[in-house]
């Protein structure tokens, strides 16, 4: 789950716009919102569907640490592409 939306959601919003007809601080916070990790989405599913709020928890705990590399890598990237 971290690497789907860590790494694959955003790649597929870079592609996507990179194709968009507006301003790049529009494409930036399309971007930087697509490059960050789940907040307490995931709690609430889990007090929704009676499952272990400590699993979800850690999960978010994980996406965030994870992120802290992920997230600087992502907007260098959209720095260099949009800077071209």
């Known amino acids: ?17 990179l194709v968009l007809p507006c301003n790049n601080l529009y494409k930036f916070v399309i971007f930087l919102q697509s490059t960050m990790p789940t907040a307490v989405t995931l709690v609430i599913i889990g007090m ?3 499952e272990g709020n400590l699993f979800f928890s850690s999960i978010i705990l994980y ?6 590399i992920t ?3 992502w907007l260098a990237l959209f ?6």
Do not use: D, M
Request: with cysteine; glycine share 2%; proline share 6%.
């Open 71 to 73: 997230v600087p890598l």
């Open 63 to 68: 996406s965030h640490l994870f992120a802290i």
């Open 1 to 17: 789950c971290l690497i789907a939306k860590l790494i694959i959601l955003p790649a597929l919003v870079l592609c996507v716009i």
């Open 48 to 50: 929704g569907t009676k």
């Open 79 to 84: 720095n260099s592409i949009i800077s071209q």
